[in-house]
């Protein structure tokens, strides 16, 4: 029994440092060139436009379930006017930025494992090489790029369609306008709320590419490899992201003191 448990961990610090060598790795060949633009490009445009209508509609959803929930906590207190700036301060600090990395690694993680994983059992990334192609550049950097790219956009669109949906709620209840409305919801926030907890979203597509290339060119055991690796890419990134979550928003506390 310890010896299987000791086997097991000593297999997960294995997985680990592999994972974390491929994106070192990725990380260098990102600035060497050739520079394949046009595939970043491609995939900034799979990754952030066609993942555009599930994050603006989750987004809205999510700032008119805020914006209830609050409501319903500050009518005990009198407090209805703090409404939008507590939902703007929710959103732009944690909950924009979290939820967008989690939908994204369902949708993108999911995607780019299965694709790179059918590529590797079918056998295309071994032509590549045959051709003289730099597969590791031309597949897994350029996506992983692209999701360091792609996230703070998406996320910037989460907090707007939130707050937006925020103030659809609020327009229904208590009929407030469009400038009172946001007058309030930014009256607390500051260049250090929205600014670093933004930015820490790269770090988040960065954990989603890595994770689901790496597990991609990983891939083994032919279509059922593949359903395999789509799988384990969801639920490892966002693992990783919620982890990385905590230690990141520590951080930010540690550099901005004044936000906390």
């Given at each position: 029994?310890?010896?299987?448990?000791?086997?097991?961990?000593?297999?997960?610090?294995?997985?680990?440092?592999?994972?974390?060598?491929?994106?070192?790795?990725?990380?260098?060949?990102?600035?060497?060139?050739?520079?394949?633009?046009?595939?970043?490009?491609?995939?900034?445009?799979?990754?952030?436009?066609?993942?555009?209508?599930?994050?603006?509609?989750?987004?809205?959803?999510?700032?008119?379930?805020?914006?209830?929930?609050?409501?319903?906590?500050?009518?005990?207190?009198?407090?209805?006017?703090?409404?939008?700036?507590?939902?703007?301060?929710?959103?732009?600090?944690?909950?924009?930025?979290?939820?967008?990395?989690?939908?994204?690694?369902?949708?993108?993680?999911?995607?780019?494992?299965?694709?790179?994983?059918?590529?590797?059992?079918?056998?295309?990334?071994?032509?590549?090489?045959?051709?003289?192609?730099?597969?590791?550049?031309?597949?897994?950097?350029?996506?992983?790029?692209?999701?360091?790219?792609?996230?703070?956009?998406?996320?910037?669109?989460?907090?707007?369609?939130?707050?937006?949906?925020?103030?659809?709620?609020?327009?229904?209840?208590?009929?407030?306008?469009?400038?009172?409305?946001?007058?309030?919801?930014?009256?607390?926030?500051?260049?250090?709320?929205?600014?670093?907890?933004?930015?820490?979203?790269?770090?988040?597509?960065?954990?989603?590419?890595?994770?689901?290339?790496?597990?991609?060119?990983?891939?083994?055991?032919?279509?059922?490899?593949?359903?395999?690796?789509?799988?384990?890419?969801?639920v490892f990134s966002s693992i990783l992201i919620i982890v990385a979550n905590v230690v990141l928003v520590?951080?930010?506390?540690?550099?901005?003191?004044?936000?906390?």
């Open positions: 029994m310890v010896e299987r448990l000791g086997a097991a961990i000593l297999a997960g610090l294995a997985w680990v440092g592999d994972v974390s060598l491929f994106g070192l790795r990725a990380i260098r060949e990102a600035f060497l060139p050739p520079y394949e633009f046009r595939e970043i490009a491609r995939h900034i445009f799979e990754i952030g436009w066609r993942s555009t209508p599930l994050i603006a509609t989750s987004g809205l959803a999510i700032g008119v379930v805020l914006s209830m929930h609050t409501r319903a906590s500050l009518e005990r207190f009198g407090a209805e006017a703090m409404i939008p700036a507590g939902l703007a301060i929710a959103l732009i600090r944690e909950t924009g930025p979290l939820v967008t990395a989690l939908l994204v690694a369902g949708r993108v993680g999911a995607g780019i494992g299965a694709e790179l994983g059918a590529m590797k059992v079918t056998e295309q990334i071994d032509a590549l090489e045959a051709v003289a192609v730099d597969s590791f550049k031309f597949l897994a950097v350029t996506r992983i790029i692209a999701c360091v790219l792609a996230m703070p956009l998406l996320t910037t669109i989460t907090d707007f369609c939130g707050i937006l949906g925020g103030f659809l709620a609020e327009y229904t209840i208590s009929g407030m306008s469009w400038s009172l409305y946001f007058n309030r919801a930014f009256s607390l926030i500051e260049f250090t709320d929205f600014v670093p907890a933004t930015v820490k979203t790269a770090v988040f597509g960065m954990i989603i590419g890595t994770i689901a290339c790496y597990l991609g060119f990983t891939t083994t055991q032919g279509t059922e490899g593949v359903g395999r690796t789509s799988t384990r890419a969801v520590r951080l930010i506390f540690f550099l901005f003191p004044a936000r906390a």
